[in-house]
């Protein structure tokens, strides 16, 4: 490929992308202070439901993985 073609990324951090950053942080930080209460509040069984939740949120996603792989399959198969 020539290099007039291709496209030049740019090493760049717009105040949007720091922003979003920051927010992440502030949203983990909650969720990890808020499982912390909730563990010294039930005890060890909160980590076991959330291993389960999790578990249950990663078969979701494999599921709809193969779901999507299904449909663009069958539209490659109807053209």
Known sequence: MEKNNQQQLK???TS?????????GAIG????????AAIDMA????LIAYLL????????????QKWQSA???QERLEI
């Open 43 to 46: 005890g060890p069984s909160v």
């Open 16 to 24: 949007r992308h720091i922003t979003m950053m920051a927010l992440g």
């Open 71 to 73: 449909i663009k399959r």
């Open 29 to 36: 930080a909650g969720l990890f202070k808020g499982s912390s």
């Open 11 to 13: 090493r760049t951090m």
């Open 53 to 64: 939740g999790a578990l249950f949120y990663y078969l979701l996603c494999k599921v709809l």
